[in-house]
T-cell receptor, first 114, second 114 residues
Framework: AQKITQTQPGMFVQEKEAVTLDCTYDTSDQSYGLFWYKQPSSGEMIFLIY??????QNATEGRYSLNFQKARKSANLVISASQLGDSAMYFCAMMISGYSTLTFGKGTMLLVSP | ETGVTQTPRHLVMGMTNKKSLKCEQHLGHNAMYWYKQSAKKPLELMFV???????ENNSVPSRFSPECPNSSHLFLHLHTLQPEDSALYLC?????????????FGQGTRLTVV
């Protein structure tokens, strides 16, 4: 079975600072994908970034980067230069190659202050 | 038009009522999903449809009944629900259900069972 652990229920950061949201995962499969989603108060889940288990480079998408450490089974999300609009719930998720199930963590609430 | 649209956004129903949640995707995807998001719990996958065929049913009680009449529409029929079924119900779609493609989510239906 797959499991995603997000140990930070809430994080606070000041505007323009960088923040790291932690995610560890557990799987015995070799081929999998890791995702980060943002959920603002409106409820919609917004895809942010993807990392494949065989990708050698860490994924980056604008201000988002994924710090992928395969040996430690961690996939932390780094948001550079935080903005007020970044305040939301952030979910780490995993999908095993060949299966349809996307397993989510419990999420981290990020609050960005002026 | 947004990619994935869910209606209604909010629903309050009694335990003896019958109601339906609707999801529509305009992305040309051929896989659609229902997720349940309860407070302080990870998102739970409920159903997966691929090419209009149900491919996964995650031990969901029979009071939840999905329907996928075509690749663009997905319904969740509700009857004789319990108060613990109150949650945010999220619909998602993806290009396939066998790869690492990101899922696109709707804004969800906030369901309250009284």
């Amino acid at each position: 079975a797959q499991k995603i652990t997000q140990t930070q229920p809430g994080m606070f950061v000041q505007e323009k600072e960088a923040v790291t949201l932690d995610c560890t995962y557990d799987t015995s499969d070799q081929s999998y994908g890791l995702f980060w989603y943002k959920q603002p108060s409106s409820g919609e889940m917004i895809f942010l970034i993807y990392q494949g288990s065989y990708d050698e480079q860490n994924a980056t998408e604008g201000r988002y980067s994924l710090n992928f450490q395969k040996a430690r089974k961690s996939a932390n999300l780094v948001i550079s230069a935080s903005q007020l609009g970044d305040s939301a719930m952030y979910f780490c998720a995993m999908m095993i190659s060949g299966y349809s199930t996307l397993t989510f963590g419990k999420g981290t609430m990020l609050l960005v202050s002026p | 038009e947004t990619g994935v649209t869910q209606t209604p956004r909010h629903l309050v129903m009694g335990m003896t009522n019958k109601k339906s949640l609707k999801c529509e995707q305009h992305l040309g995807h051929n896989a659609m999903y229902w997720y349940k998001q309860s407070a302080k719990k990870p998102l739970e996958l409920m159903f997966v449809y691929s090419l209009e065929e149900r491919v996964e049913n995650n031990s969901v009680p029979s009071r939840f009944s999905p329907e996928c009449p075509n690749s663009s529409h997905l319904f969740l029929h509700l009857h004789t629900l319990q108060p613990e079924d109150s949650a945010l119900y999220l619909c998602a779609s993806s290009q396939t259900n066998k790869g690492h493609e990101e899922a696109f989510f709707g804004q969800g239906t906030r369901l309250t069972v009284v």
